[in-house]
């Protein structure tokens, strides 16, 4: 049976690549399949998080879930340290899974920077977690932006090997990202070569799901271009990264391919095409930012659809707990 699970990290400001690239596509999937959203509360402490505001960042979190559209009622919406097994089985994929294979995550080689033996453990071991989080609900489909592609394919690894050699074929499913769209990639305002994240230090490289239609103005304004006008065709496009990322996040919000929207945009220059996107985005984004706040007015009914959700997650975590614990051999079996 098709099973989807996905998650965000609560590490700072959700912004309109988290939108695009996972939020937006959450709550179509909901309606069609079993669905699991979780708050990444283990994932966010690999970097620093203030224990005092981590609890607010995860009903933050919680908020833009609902708030774009995710029913608890239909979805199971909970934190990760609603669900221990998560860690209890990254544990076990920790011993399975392979230095080499760990080694070769870029994304690891971005965060910990030119110090990484000063990064924690954690960070290093994040796409082992990631591969329990997703197959403690032996789900089959996860919806991510295209940084997590990597990561999904260690996802099948380790479920491949945890199948192979404990002798239990297709226990794990091999689970499918679902990375679509002009959506899945959205790059920094500042720079056309860097993906747009919560954690970049500049609040001007990213558009902030809380920003208001000044700040959504004012970023688009400022973002980085070159002073050609418009291409008329992909190939084009393709040469300026900073024009490319505009065009795509264009497409993504109006719901167009990039075609369309230099079918009608082609041969005009950026100071017509900015204000354009600017409305766009204050039209999308300021229904979700209102949402927002009006949710965490009452943070007690957010922790109640989080209780609620940890409830029914942990239905299906802990049975496959039970399994992987007899499977392994361990005495608590
Ligand atoms: P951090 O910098 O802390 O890693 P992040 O912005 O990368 O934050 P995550 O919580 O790691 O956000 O990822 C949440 C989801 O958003 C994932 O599915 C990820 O693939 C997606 N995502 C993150 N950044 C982008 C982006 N620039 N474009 C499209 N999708 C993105
Ligand atoms: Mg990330």
Redesign the pocket.
């Known amino acids: 049976p098709k099973r989807v699970l996905?998650g965000?990290?609560p590490?700072?400001d959700l912004?309109l690549?988290?939108y695009?690239?996972?939020l937006a596509k959450f709550a179509k999937l909901q309606h069609e399949t079993p669905t699991f959203i979780f708050v990444?509360d283990y994932h966010a402490i690999t970097v620093w998080q203030d224990p005092a505001k981590l609890k607010q960042q995860v009903r933050e979190i919680a908020a833009a879930y609902l708030a774009t559209g995710l029913d608890p009622k239909v979805a199971s919406i909970f934190a990760q340290s609603g669900v221990p097994e998560h860690a209890e089985l990254a544990w076990v994929f920790n011993c399975v899974a392979r230095l080499g294979w760990l080694d070769r995550m870029t994304q690891f080689k971005e965060k910990s920077g030119k110090h990484k033996e000063r990064a924690s453990v954690g960070l290093y071991t994040y796409p082992v977690l990631q591969a329990a989080d997703i197959l403690i609900y032996k789900a089959t489909h996860v919806p991510?932006?295209?940084?997590?592609k990597q990561h999904l394919e260690l996802t099948r690894d380790i479920a491949g090997k945890f199948n192979h050699d404990f002798g239990v074929p297709n226990y794990f499913p091999l689970p499918d990202p679902l990375i679509q769209g002009p959506?899945?990639?959205?790059?920094s305002l500042r720079d056309g070569k860097a993906?747009?994240?919560?954690?970049?230090p500049s609040d001007y490289s990213r558009i902030n799901l809380t920003d208001d239609a000044d700040a959504i103005a004012q970023k688009i304004r400022k973002a980085r271009t070159d002073p050609e006008p418009l291409p008329a065709t992909l190939e084009e496009l393709k040469e300026r990264p900073e024009a490319e990322n505009l065009v795509g996040i264009y497409a993504a919000l109006a719901e167009m391919t990039s075609e369309q929207v230099l079918g009608e945009f082609a041969g005009q220059g950026f100071g017509v095409f900015k204000p354009k996107l600017a409305d766009l985005a204050v039209e999308k984004l300021g229904p979700i930012g209102g949402e927002m706040r009006r949710l965490l007015g009452d943070p007690a009914e957010i922790d109640r659809v989080l209780a609620e959700g940890a409830a029914r997650a942990r239905e299906i975590a802990a049975p496959t707990m039970a399994e992987v614990r007899k499977i392994v051999g361990f005495w608590a079996g």
Not at 144 to 148: H, L, N
Not at 183 to 187: N, V
């Open positions: 996905s965000v990290q590490s700072g912004h690549g988290n695009l690239g996972a990444a991510v932006g295209e940084d997590q959506g899945a990639r959205i790059m993906k747009m994240s919560k954690s970049d």
